[in-house]
């Protein structure tokens, strides 16, 4: 090193200024580009729209993709020099979070300004946790190797944190609320398109790719358990576009998988289990692991709570409401009258969130001879059943058709109740 050049620490600090100012500007955009609100005192969190009928971005009215390309180039710019002077994983994760950020806001205050406007500051700070999500997503190699160098005692009061985080959030992302325009939420955005998507499948590329690594490593010392890993690491991922593999669950679960094996492979190479993880493909398959954990364990609450919920109890509560009709020839006016009735001893509550968070209530219309029973899940369901109904009609023949068009009805025959949502919650894609 010449005596002009800077040293680890001064390099350091730059890094850590430079990513400061990449973040500045993902502020600076937020506020100039984002929909100035209606109300007259506006909060200090709301962005101002100064940008938005400038000179400067008039000159891009017909050209929305220069503008977004355009707009981007500064926080490239200043991430990339804040990535090459600081070894720090943390200053690159801030980094790529104000780039994704100052994207995120570009789009949306250009292509979409009245979606954010319609969110309000709920918008962007959508914007602001899904680029947060990609960017942990993208660094997990480099973040697992950061937290593989630390003590355990540190490192799960690092990861706890985040694994609780993730599953709470996946928990109570629903996308009802009553105080917004039409009950619509955008905190399932984060969840879906975030968790469940592009995260997940972030997880399976760092799987495949941790597996071939340790193929690699493995193909003179073990040619033929080489070979294998590198033809999987291959083969799952075209399997996979090919529509022949789920996603979800599955894909989580077949990613641990894969990690833990490319884990194992390279351990057995180098001959320790410390030295495989502290290796190339070992820090890719801790962090496909480090990431999936959290989504596996969110997802698999979300789908506990949505069955305890849909099977249990609101089947307390169907139950109770066709005793009450069998009783009095009518559904009740309200829930808590099957308590008045002795029906129930207590009217169940959705099993979706935490309380702390908000309680979740079943939503009851009562129709006379009819009901709907409605309750909102994580994500965009919403899941609503209705009663049987039999078919009794005073004039006339009976209907042919029913639900299922394949299966003929008798005369007298019920219809069975009917949820709008199915048994277990959806998958993604």
Same mark, same amino acid.
């Given at each position: 090193?010449?005596?002009?050049?800077?040293?680890?620490?001064?390099?350091?600090?730059?890094?850590?200024?430079?990513?400061?100012?990449?973040?500045?500007?993902? /502020?600076?955009?937020?506020?100039?580009?984002? *929909?100035?609100?209606? $109300?007259?005192?506006?909060?200090?969190?709301?962005?101002?729209?100064?940008?938005?009928? &400038?000179?400067?971005?008039?000159?891009?009215? %017909?050209?929305?993709?220069?503008?977004?390309?355009?707009?981007?180039?500064?926080?490239?710019?200043?991430?990339?020099?804040?990535?090459?002077?600081? #070894?720090?994983?943390?200053?690159?994760?801030?980094?790529?979070?104000?780039?994704?950020?100052?994207?995120?806001?570009?789009?949306?205050?250009?292509?979409?300004?009245?979606?954010? %406007?319609?969110?309000?500051? #709920?918008?962007?700070?959508?914007?602001?946790?899904?680029?947060?999500?990609?960017?942990?997503?993208?660094?997990?190699?480099?973040?697992?190797?950061?937290?593989?160098?630390?003590?355990? *005692?540190?490192?799960?009061?690092?990861?706890?944190?985040?694994?609780?985080?993730?599953?709470? @959030?996946?928990?109570?992302?629903?996308? @009802?609320?009553?105080?917004?325009?039409?009950?619509?939420?955008?905190?399932?955005?984060?969840?879906?398109?975030?968790?469940?998507?592009?995260?997940?499948?972030?997880?399976?590329?760092?799987?495949?790719?941790?597996?071939?690594?340790?193929?690699?490593?493995?193909?003179?010392? #073990?040619?033929?358990?080489?070979?294998?890993?590198?033809?999987?690491?291959?083969?799952?991922?075209? =399997?996979?576009?090919?529509?022949?593999?789920?996603?979800?669950?599955? =894909?989580?679960?077949?990613?641990?998988?894969?990690?833990?094996?490319?884990?194992?492979?390279?351990?057995?190479?180098?001959?320790?289990?410390?030295?495989?993880? #502290?290796?190339?493909?070992?820090?890719?398959?801790?962090?496909?692991?480090?990431?999936?954990?959290? =989504?596996?364990?969110?997802?698999?609450? /979300?789908?506990?709570?949505?069955?305890?919920?849909?099977? !249990?109890?609101?089947? $307390?509560?169907? !139950?109770?409401?066709?005793?009450?009709? %069998?009783?009095?020839?009518?559904?009740?006016?309200?829930?808590?009258?099957?308590?008045?009735?002795?029906?129930?001893?207590?009217?169940?509550?959705? $099993?979706?969130?935490?309380?702390?968070?908000?309680?979740?209530?079943?939503?009851?219309?009562?129709?006379? @001879?009819?009901?709907?029973?409605?309750?909102?899940?994580?994500?965009? &369901?919403?899941?609503?059943?209705?009663?049987?109904?039999?078919?009794?009609? +005073?004039?006339? %023949?009976?209907?042919?058709?029913?639900?299922?068009?394949?299966?003929?009805?008798?005369?007298?025959?019920?219809?069975?109740?009917?949820?709008?949502?199915?048994?277990?919650?959806? +998958?993604?894609?």
């Amino acid at each position: 090193m010449s005596p002009d050049a800077p040293g680890p620490d001064r390099r350091s600090a730059a890094g850590w200024a430079l990513a400061a100012a990449t973040i500045a500007y993902a /502020v600076f955009i937020y506020y100039g580009i984002g *929909p100035y609100p209606s $109300q007259n005192e506006v909060p200090f969190w709301q962005p101002r729209g100064f940008l938005r009928d &400038s000179a400067l971005m008039a000159s891009f009215d %017909e050209r929305p993709l220069t503008a977004l390309a355009a707009g981007v180039l500064p926080a490239l710019v200043l991430a990339a020099s804040a990535c090459a002077l600081a #070894r720090s994983v943390l200053v690159r994760t801030a980094a790529v979070w104000a780039v994704l950020a100052s994207a995120f806001f570009l789009y949306y205050g250009l292509q979409a300004p009245r979606i954010w %406007e319609f969110f309000g500051w #709920r918008g962007g700070a959508v914007m602001a946790l899904m680029s947060l999500v990609l960017a942990a997503a993208l660094l997990a190699p480099w973040l697992a190797g950061s937290w593989l160098r630390l003590r355990w *005692p540190l490192r799960l009061a690092v990861y706890l944190p985040i694994l609780a985080a993730v599953v709470v @959030t996946a928990r109570n992302a629903t996308g @009802t609320n009553p105080k917004l325009a039409f009950n619509i939420s955008p905190w399932p955005v984060v969840t879906v398109f975030g968790f469940d998507g592009l995260a997940t499948l972030i997880v399976g590329i760092l799987a495949c790719l941790a597996l071939g690594l340790a193929g690699w490593r493995l193909r003179r010392r #073990r040619p033929a358990l080489g070979g294998a890993a590198i033809a999987a690491a291959v083969a799952i991922p075209v =399997l996979w576009v090919g529509g022949e593999l789920g996603g979800g669950m599955l =894909l989580l679960g077949a990613a641990g998988a894969l990690a833990a094996a490319a884990l194992w492979a390279v351990s057995a190479a180098v001959g320790n289990l410390t030295m495989g993880a #502290r290796s190339a493909p070992g820090y890719v398959a801790i962090g496909a692991l480090l990431l999936g954990i959290p =989504l596996f364990a969110g997802r698999a609450c /979300v789908q506990l709570d949505y069955r305890i919920t849909r099977n !249990d109890r609101a089947q $307390q509560i169907i !139950d109770a409401l066709g005793s009450y009709y %069998e009783r009095e020839g009518l559904y009740p006016e309200r829930l808590g009258d099957l308590v008045k009735a002795g029906d129930l001893a207590d009217i169940p509550e959705p $099993q979706i969130g935490l309380a702390a968070f908000g309680r979740q209530r079943f939503i009851y219309q009562n129709f006379g @001879t009819d009901y709907l029973l409605e309750f909102a899940s994580t994500g965009w &369901s919403q899941c609503a059943y209705n009663p049987p109904w039999e078919d009794d009609p +005073e004039d006339g %023949e009976p209907e042919d058709e029913y639900a299922d068009p394949g299966e003929a009805a008798e005369e007298g025959e019920a219809l069975p109740g009917a949820w709008s949502c199915p048994s277990t919650p959806p +998958e993604l894609w």
